[in-house]
């Protein structure tokens, strides 16, 4: 499956975006998918993923509350609503697919996207 991530820009603190990413292939209902984000010098990190159906969504701590993960399989994309942003959310976010395995760790995701850049102002 290919991946094209939109839908990043510049935003001030407490505003929102949506990013959107959009799967080329017939079997991306078949993947569970997750979001990405990444600085520079630092290790990418885990945001959030989500089931194949959509039934269960996971989070990592940060961003609890704030964001929310979704995906519409009849288009092939999915989505990351963020809301209440802080300058700490600021990355390059990357949209992926899960191959197997953790819902969490990139290891196990085996498509990415070319990622883009949020960038939020204090």
């Known amino acids: 499956v290919q991946l094209v991530e939109s839908g990043g820009g510049l935003v001030q603190a407490g505003g929102s975006l949506r990013l959107s990413c959009a799967a080329s292939?017939?079997?991306?209902?078949?993947?569970?998918m997750g979001w990405f984000r990444q600085i520079p010098g630092k290790e990418r990190e885990f945001v959030a993923s989500?089931?194949?159906?959509?039934?269960?969504?996971y989070y990592v701590d940060s961003v609890k509350g704030r964001f929310t993960i979704s995906r519409d399989n009849a288009k092939n994309t999915v989505y990351l609503q963020m809301n209440s942003l802080k300058p700490e959310d600021t990355a390059v976010y990357y949209c992926?697919?899960?191959?197997?395995?953790?819902?969490?760790?990139?290891?196990?995701?085996?498509?990415w996207g070319q990622g883009t850049q949020v960038t939020v102002s204090s």
């Open positions: 292939g017939r079997t991306f209902g078949s993947y569970a």
């Open positions: 989500i089931t194949w159906i959509g039934g269960n969504t």
């Open positions: 992926a697919s899960k191959a197997s395995g953790s819902y969490y760790d990139p290891m196990h995701f085996g498509s």
